[in-house]
């Protein structure tokens, strides 16, 4: 699995040694032009990025006019459909909408689509439109269906964060077992509550297909000064988000913190 952390600013350039890949939020190309102009360079160094459309950042999608205009002028290597959160027709009706009115502007660029929804039924069926019509498929990390699932192990025991770690793995065996997960497309896994769930993808990523994940997690917990715990991570979710700390200019503590989580994800997802 290719593996990216969103990071500040100021340590871009040191990040391409620990990121397989960058990850761009569109939203902060309107403050920061010195954002937009790294990504720029890494494209033209033959670096691929991945252009989110900050709807974890802003609870909704980017503007899409906005939107379509970054995606044409930087050319990134894959850019993600507005997506409505956890909503299944809405992300649907979103799509089709970006399509009927960009459809141009849009050839010959892979697409990844969000799955969305709040119940397995609304998941699935978000899963299979994907699945027709998106280059890539892109499973998140914290549906809410997750704190649903009645767990074999410790039942009404489990903290939210430990149900999304839980989760998500669930949801995936479950479209498995259903015939309905489709292992021609890749996938990418976005976000992450606790670290230690990409352990379970070790066995299974390529064969299903999970090509790519994305998390700011240790990168946040080393500029907080929170170090991983071998093979395992932290125990808790950091609060911050790495769009609100995007401008922090990082000391060599923070730094050595950062590395040293960086690795252990690494190490975590058995690489």
């Known amino acids: 699995m290719l593996v990216s952390h969103e990071s500040p600013i100021a340590i871009l350039e040191e990040s391409k040694s620990y990121n397989d890949y960058d990850y761009a939020l569109v ?5 920061y032009p010195e954002y937009y102009n790294f990504f720029k360079c890494s494209l033209a160094a033959g670096r691929e990025v991945l252009l989110d459309n900050s709807i974890f950042e802003l609870g909704e999608s980017f503007d899409p006019k906005k939107y379509i205009k970054y995606i044409t002028e930087l050319n990134p ?3 993600i459909v507005p997506d409505v959160l ?3 027709q809405a992300t649907m009706s979103s799509w089709n909408k970006f399509f009927l009115n960009f459809k141009v502007d849009l050839e010959d660029r892979t697409s990844i689509g969000v799955v969305q929804g709040n119940t397995y039924q609304e998941l699935v069926e978000c899963y299979k439109f ?3 019509n998106a280059d890539y498929i892109a499973i998140s990390f914290d549906y809410s269906w997750y704190n649903k ?3 074999s192990k410790r039942p009404g025991r489990l903290g939210h964060l430990d149900r999304w770690c839980a989760g998500r793995p669930h949801l995936i065996q479950r479209l498995v077992d259903d015939g309905i997960w489709d292992n021609t497309k890749p996938h990418h896994l976005l ?11 070790i066995p299974v990523a390529s064969e299903l297909n999970i090509r790519s994940l994305d998390t700011s997690n240790p990168v946040v917990a080393g500029l907080l000064g929170h170090r991983y715990m ?3 991570g932290l125990n808790h979710k950091p609060s911050q988000m790495l769009a609100d700390m995007i401008a922090t200019q990082p000391d060599l503590d923070q730094m050595d913190d ?3 989580n960086t690795k252990q994800f690494k190490n975590i997802i058995g690489r």
């Open 86 to 88: 956890e909503n299944a």
């Open 130 to 132: 994907m699945a027709d």
């Open 258 to 260: 950062i590395i040293f």
């Open 191 to 201: 976000g992450a509550s606790l670290a230690r769930e990409f352990k379970t993808y």
């Open 77 to 79: 290597t894959f850019y």
């Open 27 to 31: 939203h902060l190309f309107e403050t």
């Open 230 to 232: 071998a093979n395992q």
């Open 149 to 151: 699932i009645a767990y």
